[in-house]
């Protein structure tokens, strides 16, 4: 068994050399997992698996599970994500998945954040594998680690400019509970300019509703 | 500090607390119960002064802001002035990155193939060592160490680090008045616990991993009463609610 101050120090070879998938093989062998998942759960979109940044997981899998878990991991309340990030926890796979016999049926899921992404890191195991929760502990920060170092997974596609000012008070006065007319006689608006902002606020984001804008706001850290 | 002291300090901290994962021998009840915790983690990287600081994270509505939730006894004016130079540096990499952030003076002995990240200081000055912490929306904030005399390894920092993010998520869990418990279980009770949710019998579970059918039931009774439960059914129920188990 590799030590952990081993671990760390040619993790950090790999990252220097950019060997993104060499130092998750390295961190699947630390974690004693058999194949990972990673994946963006703030970039949830249910039209396309751009969401999935790299995984070697059997490809049945990751088109059945990959969308369930993220969307399970976007849906939670914000308060248990954040007691939850950088803490492993264990689910069973679906009887209905077909998985190979020599996969144990239970998987590892760390949630982590690296600078403005909200990251999972899903790891599955051999049948017989033996699964420490507290190496999992180092897994979850070893990864933010190595995955930090690689703009292209943890970098902002949304350009907050995109929002004007007026759009961004507007969508911080709804997360506040407030309704078009009241949020119209608080900055001196009229209504229907209110209701203007906020269509331009969804079709600038891509939500489909008032509440989506806002989560997706509050997710973005905007409001 | 040398790393024998290291060493030292670490084996006396596991034997006073040898059933925690991360020095957190049960939940804290309340905010005091996180400062020996501090002082822990002070000893291992054998630093004059700590602080436990709480960021509000900056938005375009509200810019970001440090705040001292705890700090060690008489560092008040080192913090301020820790804090007066590098607050803007460390908001900003609080955001961009989870890497630990060293400080120290051109030159120093800080070793190689770490993934902190390495700021530079006067000649002179000691070094400081940061620890990020990224829970989400909120429960975001920085465990500060300065002028850190032991001699700096990956696998230490790898677990202040690790006691950072449980401090700062204790600290979370109590402003929400939240229980733990699962966390401080141990792999072998979460093992236990983990069979007996499969059906097996404690008896076979003991031929399984090579204990006696009392070890095993020891551990199942510790893991009840760490979930808070009446019995080991609820402990089960409790631990899969909790994701401990599968």
């Given at each position: 068994m590799i030590a952990r101050g081993a671990f760390i120090h040619e993790l950090e070879a790999q990252r220097n050399r950019g060997h993104l998938d060499g130092g998750m093989d390295l961190i699947c062998t630390y974690a004693g997992a058999k194949s990972y998942l990673l994946a963006r759960t703030d970039l949830y979109s249910d039209r396309n698996h751009d969401f999935v940044l790299t995984s070697n997981w059997p490809f049945n899998l990751v088109r059945k599970y990959g969308a369930t878990l993220?969307?399970?991991?976007?849906?939670?309340?914000?308060?248990?994500?954040?007691?939850?990030?950088?803490?492993?926890?264990?689910?069973?796979?679906?009887?209905?998945?077909?998985?190979?016999?020599?996969?144990?049926?239970?998987?590892?899921?760390?949630?982590?954040?690296?600078?403005?992404?909200?990251?999972?890191?899903?790891?599955?195991?051999?049948?017989?594998?033996?699964?420490?929760?507290?190496?999992?502990?180092?897994?979850?920060?070893?990864?933010?680690?190595?995955?930090?170092?690689?703009?292209?997974?943890?970098?902002?596609?949304y350009a907050l400019s995109d929002l004007t000012v007026r759009e961004v008070e507007c969508l911080s006065w709804i997360g506040e509970g407030k309704t078009s007319d009241e949020i119209a006689l608080i900055i001196g608006i009229s209504r229907n300019t209110v209701n203007n902002y906020i269509t331009s606020i969804m079709n600038k984001t891509g939500a489909k509703t008032r509440s989506e804008a806002v989560a997706f706001a509050v997710r973005q850290r905007i409001i | 500090?040398?790393?024998?002291?290291?060493?030292?300090?670490?084996?006396?901290?596991?034997?006073?607390?040898?059933?925690?994962?991360?020095?957190?021998?049960?939940?804290?009840?309340?905010?005091?119960?996180?400062?020996?915790?501090?002082?822990?983690?002070?000893?291992?990287?054998?630093?004059?002064?700590?602080?436990?600081?709480?960021?509000?994270?900056?938005?375009l509505l509200k810019p970001g802001q440090i705040e001292c939730a705890m700090q060690s006894a008489g560092s008040q004016d080192r913090i301020d002035k820790f804090l007066l130079e590098n607050s803007e540096f460390l908001l900003k990499h609080l955001f961009s990155s989870p890497c630990p952030v060293i400080f120290a003076p051109q030159g120093?002995?800080?070793?190689?193939?770490?993934?902190?990240?390495?700021?530079?200081?006067?000649?002179?000055?000691?070094?400081?060592?940061?620890?990020?912490?990224?829970?989400?929306?909120?429960?975001?904030?920085?465990?500060?160490?300065?002028?850190?005399?032991?001699?700096l390894n990956n696998d230490m920092l790898i677990d202040l680090h690790r006691k950072s993010l449980t401090v700062m998520r204790e600290k979370l869990r109590l402003a929400f008045g939240m229980t733990s418990g699962s966390e401080n279980l141990n792999d072998r009770e979460i093992?236990?616990?983990?069979?007996?949710?499969?059906?097996?019998?404690?008896?076979?579970?003991?031929?399984?991993?090579?204990?006696?059918?009392?070890?095993?039931?020891?551990?199942?009774g510790s893991a009840t009463t760490k979930l808070n439960a009446v019995n080991r059914i609820q402990a089960i129920a409790k631990a899969i609610r909790l994701g401990v188990i599968a």
């Amino acid at each position: 068994m590799i030590a952990r101050g081993a671990f760390i120090h040619e993790l950090e070879a790999q990252r220097n050399r950019g060997h993104l998938d060499g130092g998750m093989d390295l961190i699947c062998t630390y974690a004693g997992a058999k194949s990972y998942l990673l994946a963006r759960t703030d970039l949830y979109s249910d039209r396309n698996h751009d969401f999935v940044l790299t995984s070697n997981w059997p490809f049945n899998l990751v088109r059945k599970y990959g969308a369930t878990l993220v969307d399970g991991e976007a849906r939670t309340s914000e308060v248990r994500r954040c007691l939850q990030a950088f803490e492993p926890s264990f689910r069973e796979i679906d009887a209905s998945v077909d998985l190979s016999p020599e996969y144990a049926r239970r998987m590892c899921l760390i949630p982590y954040n690296a600078g403005q992404a909200r990251m999972l890191l899903a790891l599955l195991f051999d049948k017989d594998a033996s699964v420490s929760h507290d190496r999992m502990r180092d897994v979850a920060l070893a990864t933010a680690y190595h995955t930090s170092q690689f703009p292209e997974l943890v970098s902002n596609n949304y350009a907050l400019s995109d929002l004007t000012v007026r759009e961004v008070e507007c969508l911080s006065w709804i997360g506040e509970g407030k309704t078009s007319d009241e949020i119209a006689l608080i900055i001196g608006i009229s209504r229907n300019t209110v209701n203007n902002y906020i269509t331009s606020i969804m079709n600038k984001t891509g939500a489909k509703t008032r509440s989506e804008a806002v989560a997706f706001a509050v997710r973005q850290r905007i409001i | 500090m040398a790393i024998g002291a290291y060493q030292d300090a670490q084996n006396s901290q596991e034997r006073s607390v040898e059933r925690s994962a991360d020095g957190a021998s049960g939940g804290a009840g309340s905010i005091a119960d996180l400062f020996p915790r501090l002082v822990t983690m002070q000893r291992l990287c054998g630093s004059a002064a700590f602080a436990l600081l709480a960021v509000q994270a900056h938005t375009l509505l509200k810019p970001g802001q440090i705040e001292c939730a705890m700090q060690s006894a008489g560092s008040q004016d080192r913090i301020d002035k820790f804090l007066l130079e590098n607050s803007e540096f460390l908001l900003k990499h609080l955001f961009s990155s989870p890497c630990p952030v060293i400080f120290a003076p051109q030159g120093a002995a800080v070793f190689n193939s770490s993934p902190a990240t390495v700021v530079n200081t006067e000649a002179g000055s000691g070094i400081n060592l940061v620890f990020p912490v990224q829970l989400g929306t909120m429960g975001n904030g920085l465990v500060v160490f300065l002028d850190a005399r032991a001699m700096l390894n990956n696998d230490m920092l790898i677990d202040l680090h690790r006691k950072s993010l449980t401090v700062m998520r204790e600290k979370l869990r109590l402003a929400f008045g939240m229980t733990s418990g699962s966390e401080n279980l141990n792999d072998r009770e979460i093992e236990c616990l983990q069979l007996v949710g499969n059906g097996m019998k404690s008896e076979a579970i003991g031929e399984q991993l090579n204990l006696s059918v009392h070890t095993v039931n020891a551990y199942l009774g510790s893991a009840t009463t760490k979930l808070n439960a009446v019995n080991r059914i609820q402990a089960i129920a409790k631990a899969i609610r909790l994701g401990v188990i599968a």
